[in-house]
């Protein structure tokens, strides 16, 4: 079994996601960031993101500090508009 019907679904789930969210972190991502945050801090670190989703929470990381985030991600479409995002920060 292929990863496109996990994508496709996660393609869809992105789409709308964003749009309920205007692109800020919420719920789970926001507790995961403070998290994170709390318990080793995100200044200067290296981060990777797995299941990155359209960027929010990789863009979020790197205002609170981090110094690098690598996203990644099963679903084009969030990729595209993880990119997307990262263009314009």
């Known amino acids: 079994m292929g990863t496109e019907p996990i994508s496709e679904f996660f393609d869809h789930e992105a789409c709308c996601r ?3 969210h205007g692109g800020e972190v ?3 991502s926001k507790r995961l960031l403070d998290l994170l945050e709390d318990a080793a801090g995100l200044r ?3 981060v990777l993101e797995l ?3 359209t960027g929010q929470l990789t ?3 790197l205002r609170r500090g ?3 985030v690598t996203g990644i991600d099963l ?3 969030s990729v595209e508009m993880a ?3 990262a263009g314009r920060e």
């Open 59 to 61: 863009v979020a990381m």
């Open 51 to 53: 299941g990155s989703g």
């Open 83 to 85: 990119r997307g995002l």
């Open 75 to 77: 679903s084009p479409r």
């Open 26 to 28: 919420s719920g789970v």
């Open 18 to 20: 964003a749009r309920r």
């Open 66 to 68: 981090a110094s690098t």
């Open 44 to 46: 200067e670190r290296s």
